[in-house]
């Protein structure tokens, strides 16, 4: 049977899925109208339904089986969102780039509850901590689940999937879909003891990420791979804060590892919302002047003043 399960950690990203899916929907009937994009845009509408439900259900079976089925459908719609544009080849290429690191991120979780369920005879999934057997596993996690997290070095299929996409699914993209794989890494870093060293090397990691993630934005001219190279800076960000965590664990649950997470989990939120406007902004620009170029771009918010002023706000 199917079980589900929320807590106070699945239900901060639930409502984030909620809000920025619910958003996405209602720009979309503008953005992607039925009558400049008839089945384009019927598409739109059931593969968006389904990534929502499909990050829904990660956030709350608990069951590494079902748990693995709900992630490969959100895998898939992702998939099917990004290439709605599926007559230019750059949408098809971004497509493919996306299909396959999302599937060798799946091949990691598969490896990763299969071993999981084989150490623990059971699929059902919850708080395992006395098992020290398990914390080797952690590294596989780490992989599986980053992959969709996008942080340096495994961001290759993100810049690409994120500016080609239309406007309202790199929103969605950028501010839910990559957080489902930090849930992971918090979710599983919390029920599973992990190594001495995770700490360190996740913090490393994202600091890494959030100094080549910055680094790369500066060089680009195209506003919306600006903008998803901000999603790996921040990413960044937000896994420094999870490392922090994990090492204050590692001390007795310290008040600081306690802050770090708090912080980390309030910038899921805080990018969540600010960049989902930002693509949706970016959407607008595009649609009205048909360039994401920002060097042909400039003096807009005298004629677009409520996207200006709504950009300036993200």
């Known amino acids: 049977p199917l079980h ?60 590494g089986l079902h748990f693995l089925m709900a992630w490969e459908v959100f895998a898939l719609c992702g998939f099917f969102l990004i ?5 230019r080849s750059g949408v098809r290429a971004a497509g493919r780039l996306y299909l396959v690191a999302s599937h060798a991120g799946t091949m990691g979780l598969f490896a990763f509850f299969t071993a999981l369920a084989s150490l623990t005879g059971s699929w059902d999934l919850g708080p395992m ?53 930090l849930y992971g890494i918090v979710r599983f870093s919390g029920w599973l003891p992990v190594p001495a060293s995770a700490g360190w090397v996740v913090t490393g990691l994202g600091a890494v990420s959030a100094l080549l ?64 406007l930002l693509f949706f902004g970016s959407g607008s620009i595009l649609h009205a ?3 994401r170029e920002m060097s042909r771009l400039g003096g807009l918010a005298r004629t677009m003043p409520w996207t200006a002023g709504l950009f300036a706000l993200g």
């Open 213 to 276: 993630g910055i680094t790369f934005a500066f060089a680009q001219n195209d506003v919306k791979r600006l903008l998803a190279y901000c999603s790996v800076e921040n990413m960044g960000v937000i896994l420094i804060g999870v490392g922090v965590a994990l090492l204050g664990a590692s001390h007795g649950d310290a008040r600081w590892g306690q802050l770090a997470l708090a912080g980390a989990l309030l910038h899921v939120w805080n990018h969540g919302a600010f960049k989902s």
């Open 129 to 181: 901590r006395d098992h020290p057997e398990l914390a080797p596993l952690f590294w596989i996690a780490l992989f599986g689940f980053g992959m969709k997290a996008g942080f340096f070095p495994l961001h290759i299929w993100l810049p690409s999937a994120h500016a080609k996409s239309p406007s309202h699914v790199s929103a969605i993209m950028s501010g839910v879909a990559i957080k489902m794989g």
């Open 83 to 87: 290439t709605l544009d599926r007559e």
């Open 4 to 63: 589900l399960r929320v807590d106070g950690l699945s239900a901060l990203f639930l409502v984030l899925v909620s809000v920025v899916g619910g958003a996405g929907a209602v720009y979309a009937r503008e953005y992607w109208p039925d009558a400049q994009q008839p089945s384009a845009a019927r598409r739109s509408r059931a593969w968006w339904s389904a990534f929502v439900l499909s990050m829904g259900l990660v956030l709350t079976v608990s069951n």
């Open 289 to 291: 002047t048909g360039t």
